[in-house]
């Protein structure tokens, strides 16, 4: 059996307030699943679900920044993607989540059980009001699935996406774009974020990429693609 790796003192002091923790699963994510997390530009959230784990040879966790431009972005990054690769967890640095059928560092182990996409977001400057803005991030989506469609099971696969559902980024319509792709809702979840101890969503863009936002009215899509 693999060496589960228990939490440092750090770990101890940044989760205590999450209660009971305990290794091998969370409510969506079991470690005997095949996962690939994108978009995970601090890898907090990695490290949350590889602690969690306990052992996490199971996990790919990427980001599309360098790891040399990630160290100016992010101040504790170090220390999560540390954890992350001490637990087993594979780390890829530059991965465009639009483009990943031809990268070798994601495409090596499809196909996935669960793909997942936190807070998706096209990084364009401007208010996520503006149209312009929204339009980016309809076709950061659209591309995405396009891209992770064929990476996953093409019977048990799922595509777990987190994003806001209040104004205006209802206005992303993503049900409609996953259709279009395939897919179907399974269940929608409020994302647990008491779950992951370590997990900091951060702006990552901007004049301060290491600021914080509001994890209000955020929801888990988890997808599958439709049956025949």
């Known amino acids: 059996m693999e060496e589960l790796f228990e939490l440092n003192e750090k770990e101890r002091l940044m989760g205590a307030a999450t209660g009971v923790y305990y290794h091998g699963r969370t409510s969506l994510y079991t470690r005997d699943k095949n996962i690939l997390i994108v978009g995970d530009g601090n890898f907090s959230f990695t490290h949350s679900l ?44 530059g991965v465009d989540v639009t483009k990943m059928r031809e990268n070798s560092d994601v495409n090596g182990r499809v196909p996935y059980d669960i793909i997942i996409f936190n807070r998706p977001h096209c990084g364009t400057h401007g208010a996520d009001s503006d149209p312009n ?29 987190s994003i806001k559902t209040n104004w205006p980024y ?18 929608k979840v409020r994302f647990p974020l008491w779950e992951y101890p370590f997990y900091v969503n951060k702006k990552a863009s901007g004049d301060f990429p290491d600021n914080t936002f509001c994890n209000r009215c955020t929801v888990t899509y988890v997808f599958g693609m439709k049956k025949p």
């Not at 602690?51 to 220390?79: C, H």
């Open 133 to 161: 803005v929204i339009r980016e991030n309809q076709l950061l989506l659209d591309d995405f699935f396009s891209s992770s469609c064929p990476m996953i099971h093409p019977v048990t696969g799922e595509i777990h996406v």
């Open 50 to 93: 590889a602690a969690r784990f306990g052992v996490a040879t199971n996990i790919v966790a990427s980001t599309l920044q360098s790891q040399d431009l990630l160290k100016t972005m992010f101040k504790d990054v170090e220390f999560h993607i540390v954890q992350s690769i001490k637990r087993g967890v594979n780390i890829r640095f």
């Open 170 to 187: 209802n206005l992303w319509n993503i049900e409609k774009i996953a259709r279009e792709h395939g897919l179907v809702v399974i269940k």
